[in-house]
């Protein structure tokens, strides 16, 4: 486990300064964001510092998905919202603010305004098929 002396993520783990927490084990804490879109709006952070899905070790994120899994179905259990995202930001331009890879779990309402959600709007075959090989040369 390595941690940052400065990121406010990482004061968390080691209880420095509180949290609501939901869920802890060896390698991951669940606990509620501060600012939440909706009540049960959780984070689930690996107990490892590392600033987003390129830098952190596979270990950890399958780790935090895992624990992402359980918070999930504890907030369906606990609200029964009509819909959650798992939501998982990287750069500011992707909205991260903390950089500390984390991920949202995010109970939705029925036409509750978040801009996560997109019109489905067919996409080109042939561009797809382009942009596909594009990125599994990248995989
Ligand atoms: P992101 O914008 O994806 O980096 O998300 C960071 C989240 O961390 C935001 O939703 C904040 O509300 C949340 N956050 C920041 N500080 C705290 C804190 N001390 N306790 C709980 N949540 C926090
Ligand atoms: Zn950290």
New binding site residues.
């Given amino acids: 486990m390595t941690l940052d002396a400065d990121c406010?993520?990482c004061?968390?783990i080691r209880s420095e300064?509180?949290?609501?927490k939901l869920h802890e084990d060896d390698r991951t804490l669940a606990?509620?964001?501060?600012?939440?879109?909706h009540p049960g709006?959780a984070?689930v952070v690996p107990k490892h510092h590392a600033a987003d899905v390129f830098e952190t070790p596979a270990e950890w994120l399958s780790a935090t998905v895992e624990t992402a899994q359980r918070v999930a179905q504890a907030v369906r259990a606990t609200f029964d919202p009509p819909g959650l995202n798992l939501?998982?930001?990287n750069g500011p331009a992707?909205?991260?603010?903390?950089?500390?890879y984390?991920m949202?779990v995010i109970p939705r309402a029925t036409d509750d305004g978040l801009t996560m959600n997109w019109a489905l709007v067919p996409g080109d075959m042939d561009e797809l098929a382009r942009i596909a090989e594009q990125i599994r040369t990248n995989m």
């Fill in positions: 406010i993520f004061k968390i300064i509180p949290c609501f606990f509620l964001d501060i600012n939440p879109v709006h984070l939501l998982q930001c992707a909205a991260q603010s903390v950089a500390h984390h949202h």
